[in-house]
């Protein structure tokens, strides 16, 4: 066989493909076309319809369209008060949405489907959203100088537009890379870092915030910013091991920031809670009584890595510009009623009981930083304990004992000779005592004799009593009865009369005499 012939396989090959270029001849010259489902023609179209990310875009609405393009998805434009709701909280301008809302709700309010084909809708959402920024062409960024500008303008919608393009630009706050050298930055880097575009976006950030949240209205377009702004610190502190911002690269802005965001968040969910009475936003004033702890491990490394308390506390009141650089404001220098020192002193002494300390008995505590190096473990190993010490000293002029060589074989131990007994001291026989001459009886003293009893004296003789005077008759007043009758009237018993009272009297010193007779 020639080896230029075509085999059998190539001439069938041939005759294949020849048949399938006829049928679609045929197929064109006949206007053979299958028709599709209707079922896929519309699942098709809706799923055309669905992805048209430069609606928007090719509108030209701006924040606007953006705005109440997810105002009808959330459904809002359902509710009653839905014009409030968008004025209001979305910062939707009015006429705008007056004009465009029947437009938008056509091309994005969601319809009633079937579960098959909600799931396919969810679907294209997901990857619309996904694939938005290779979809759309990327927007200009606005320059900073212009965010800049606008920032300081009192107008709502403007101070909206400028804060939502500022978070958006805004990067993850970056960690502390090597240790702080401690060396002051030049003028020519100072000037460098000032036209750094992420720490001006940070100021424009904060003033934004501050002017919507002032200006009583916008607490949708608030809560977007404070989501944004949030996901970006907990970011860093979830690759960061739950540090605090503040030991960031530009840690005091991002703290300054983050407070706000937490003051805003916790009066906007009370002003959620509260929806429908009447009431005013608090202006924003200073933070006190945060990152205590900063402040307190600030003054250790300034005094050398340890210090007690009370050095802690005179450092602080010594150096209230190096506080300034920790936070715009930390303590609470606010005094209570009946003390005479601010609040931040009590909150000092609690929070250094977070600190490692060293206390010998009778000197206060000594506090160390928390980039003080660990102390070494009192307790040893039972290897590396020092031997114990002897009672008693060894002999300096002692040899060494032959030790032996641990090469050698093991010598067969020999019975150890018996320990010589210790020969007991026989005690001194003790002298005995000389006996002292017994001392002489004193001569008993001679009795004194009795004395004689004195003789007892005669009682004297009563006097006889004088016999009262008649009282001189009275016309007006009547006798004065005599004081012994008064007396036994007042006491109830009958008066004696004084002749029977002195014979009585002798009576008893008859008897007093007889007495004395017969003894």
Known sequence: MDAQSPGPDAEQKDAEMQDSAKTEDEVKEGALVLAEPSSQVALRARRSKALVPLFVEEKGHGRDGELLRDFIRRREHLKKDCRDLAVNRWLIRGDFFDEFLKEYAEQYAPGDESVDEAALSEQAGQMVEACKDIMVEPKSRKKVEELEVVAKSTDVYELRDTLLAAVKDLTTPRRRLGVHTNNVMPDSAKEFLKKQNQMRLRKVVLQCLKGIWESGVGGEVLQMALDTVKSRIDRFKTNSGDSDVIEAMAGQ???????????????????????????????????EGR??????????????????????????????????????????????EGRNKPVWHSTVQSIMSLFRKVQKPGQPAIYLASTAPEEPLAILDASQKPPRRAKRP??????????????????????APAKPKRARREPKPKEPKELKEPKELKEPKELKEPKEPKELKEPKEPKEPKEPKEPKAKASKAPKEPKAKAKAKADGQPAESVPKKLDALDSALDAAFAAAASG
Do not use: F
């Not at 703290?255 to 924003?284: F, K, M, P």
């Open 394 to 415: 060894a002999d300096e002029n002692a040899a060494a004992p032959d030790l032996p060589d641990p090469a050698a074989p093991a010598a067969p131990e020999a019975e």
């Open 253 to 287: 802005q991002w703290a300054q920031l983050e407070d706000l965001v937490t003051i805003i968040e916790e009066q906007l969910s009370q002003e959620n809670q509260n929806e429908g009475s009447a009431h005013a936003r608090q202006r924003l004033g200073p933070i």
């Open 291 to 336: 990152r205590t702890k900063l402040v307190v491990d600030r003054a250790l490394e300034a005094m050398g890595g340890q210090g007690t308390s009370r050095q802690v506390v005179e450092w602080i009141e010594e150096h209230p510009e190096e506080l300034e650089k920790l936070r715009e404001s930390k303590l609470n220098w606010n005094v209570r």
